[in-house]
């Protein structure tokens, strides 16, 4: 919004094209209507050379824009001054006592003046000046086109200034206006993170303990030896509970907007497998929690969950302990129990190798392999 704001006020700023290139035009229709016959104090080879000069740096500073520095464009300026005092000394009975106004309203208009842009209008006083004396003879018709040059001057740093200050203060206001907007936004975040939390904490994990109880029920009455419709009944509550638990979820990812995974998602996943396979899953957090970094939270998050996909193809329904450890390093165990070793896996699968690549990306490790009564993940991360 800033840099879009000081291009819009730069170019609102900057002469225009009629005006930049007003004293190139001066000088030629003088020299076309004047011509030869006119008094001139210099040969007139000379006074087109002056000429050429004049429209060449005329159009050389053609580039000038409020607000940027002047840098090479001053050598235009200075030639411009000079030669275009010499020309007006030269044809006194022109309009070209412009050329030295002109080039010293341009010095300081676009930027503030250094040493060189103070030469310019020097030059400029002094080649609008000395002609009027050297024609008139007079020290006070001198003196009037060097104090209306200086006047000129004033008023162009003047509005410089002026322009400068109402820049600042649209440029001030602008970002005032991104603050609080940013503000509102961050505000209206915090708002929604809440209501996640409360919608997870407190709907979700009812409707979780929900499906849990009617899952028990539905158990104890089919080893009551219940009606088929009371078993079908408890069966269904139980997958609308399920799906309950689906919806909220996805309030919650949707009210957060945020891609990043939490230990909260990670505790998620292991209720979710909990839920669908009927199995004991277990989640443990040991250590002092501590913040870390997003990369960090979706290298854990994807390695539990494709731990648990492996545990659903080829241990279906196996106990699942995880456990998380906060220490030196970052520890993520997953460990499945189906009550035997199982077979080394074949080659060509991927899912350990994208668990080991996400790893490297984080300067951590995964160690996967068989234990004595199922499979065992471990993802360490250096923090």
Do not use: C
Request: proline residues 6%; without cysteine; neutral net charge.
């Amino acid at each position: 919004m800033t840099s879009t704001l000081r291009s819009r006020v730069r170019a609102a700023s900057a002469p225009g094209l009629l005006i930049r290139a007003f004293p190139g035009v001066l000088t030629i229709g003088t020299l076309v209507f004047a011509g030869g016959g006119d008094p001139h104090r210099l040969p007139y080879p000379v006074i087109l050379v002056l000429a050429v000069l004049v429209v060449i740096s005329n159009f050389s500073l053609f580039g000038l824009r409020y607000g940027e520095p002047l840098g090479d464009a001053t050598y235009g300026l200075l030639v411009f001054a000079v030669a275009g005092s010499l020309l007006w000394f030269a044809l006194p009975q022109s309009p070209l006592i412009l050329l030295p106004f002109w080039v010293s309203r341009a010095a300081v208009r676009y930027h503030r003046a250094g040493p060189r842009e103070i030469a310019v209008v020097v030059i400029g006083v002094v080649g609008a000046s000395v002609p009027l004396y050297v024609t008139a003879g007079s020290v006070a018709g001198a003196v009037g086109p060097a104090f209306g040059l200086v006047a000129l001057v004033l008023a162009s740093i003047n509005r410089r200034n002026r322009e400068s200050q109402l820049e600042d203060l649209e440029v001030s206001l602008a970002r005032k206006q991104a603050a609080i907007e940013e503000h509102g936004r961050a505000a209206a975040l915090a708002e929604r993170a809440r209501i996640a939390r409360d919608v997870h904490d407190v709907l979700a994990h009812s409707l979780a303990g929900l499906s849990l109880s009617l899952q028990g029920a539905r158990l104890m009455l089919i080893r009551d030896g219940a009606s088929p419709e009371a078993v079908e009944q408890v069966t269904r509550a139980q997958g609308l509970a399920v799906e309950g638990l689906a919806e909220a979820r996805r309030a919650v990812a949707a009210l957060r907007e945020d891609a990043v995974p939490d230990v909260r998602a990670l505790g998620d996943l292991v209720t979710s497998y909990r839920l669908e396979s009927g199995a004991a899953a277990d989640f443990e957090v040991e250590g002092e929690a501590r913040e870390l970094s997003a990369d960090v939270m979706s290298t854990l998050y994807r390695t539990l969950q494709e731990a648990l996909a492996n545990t659903r193809k080829h241990a279906p329904g196996a106990p699942v302990d995880v456990r998380l450890r906060y220490a030196d390093d970052v520890r993520l165990t997953v460990e499945d129990r189906p009550g035997k070793r199982p077979a080394q896996p074949t080659p060509g699968g991927y899912g350990l190798l994208g668990m080991k690549e996400r790893a490297d990306l984080v300067g951590g490790s995964v160690e996967a392999g068989p234990t004595s009564e199922g499979w065992r993940v471990e993802l360490r991360i250096p923090v």
